[in-house]
């Protein structure tokens, strides 16, 4: 099983590292959107699981908009020479799922490589941030960890840290299954315990309170031998 969800969850990584060599100024975000689905299904994906979309995509003040995929469509925005750009990928094959997603910034016309490059100091506040808030969940997190529980001390953390949840349920992520309707959610009141799901997602989707810009950091983990790993 593993090793069919890394093979999915490959697709996705991969996805994101091409599109970061094709995007540029002038393009629009359909324009992104089918270079991501085209890619994936290049790569072996069959179709998306998340309401057959595989790629969502938005920038700039776009990116602090959380919403269902029932209700999602691409705008026509165009990407701008510096820019902060989320994409948040769904590829399948059969009923496995991939579940990735990162936030991009493009400054004078060129994807910025790493955080430490990006000269917009709220930009890369926003994403080490993610990056840390990853680290703090690997820190805290075992199998005996309820859903609740680990909603409970993230959120405290995000608050703590001066950033707020943007996510339109307020969760965190997500178990990974075989069919939509049967994700169970880093919520309040979900006693689940981690362990008892054999993967799940941790997606927090953050910003300042009233800055125009969100940021989202996606990754599938699991449990072997009581240890946390990422697909």
């Given at each position: 099983m593993i090793s069919e969800y890394s093979n999915v969850q490959k697709i996705a990584?991969?996805?994101?590292?091409?599109?970061?060599t094709e995007v540029r100024p002038g393009m629009t975000l359909k324009n992104v959107r089918q270079l991501c689905e085209d890619k994936m299904i290049e790569l072996g994906a069959d179709s998306f699981w998340y309401y057959d979309i595989g790629a969502f995509v938005f920038s700039g003040d776009e990116t602090t908009v959380s919403v269902?995929?029932?209700e999602y469509?691409?705008?026509?925005?165009?990407i701008e020479s510096d820019d902060i750009i989320t994409i948040d990928l769904s590829p399948?094959?059969?009923?496995?799922w991939g579940d990735h997603a990162r936030t991009i910034i493009i400054e004078d016309g060129n994807v910025v490589k790493s955080i430490e490059e990006i000269k917009c100091e709220e930009w890369g506040k926003g994403l080490l941030m993610?990056?840390?808030?990853?680290?703090k969940m690997n820190g805290i997190v075992n199998p005996d960890m309820t859903f609740e529980e680990l909603y409970y001390q993230m959120n405290e953390y995000i608050k703590g840290e001066s950033y707020i949840n943007l996510d339109f349920m307020g969760n965190l992520g997500h178990s990974i299954v075989r069919k939509k309707d049967d994700r169970i959610y880093i919520e309040k009141g979900n006693n689940t315990k981690l362990g008892d799901v054999n993967f799940f997602t941790f997606e927090p989707h953050i910003?300042?309170?009233g800055s125009k810009y969100g940021y989202k950091r996606e990754d599938i983990y699991y449990f072997e031998n009581e240890e946390l790993r990422k697909l």
């Open positions: 990584k991969d996805t994101i590292e091409y599109i970061k269902s995929g029932r469509t691409t705008s026509d925005r165009i399948q094959i059969g009923d496995t993610e990056k840390r808030l990853h680290d910003s300042v309170s």
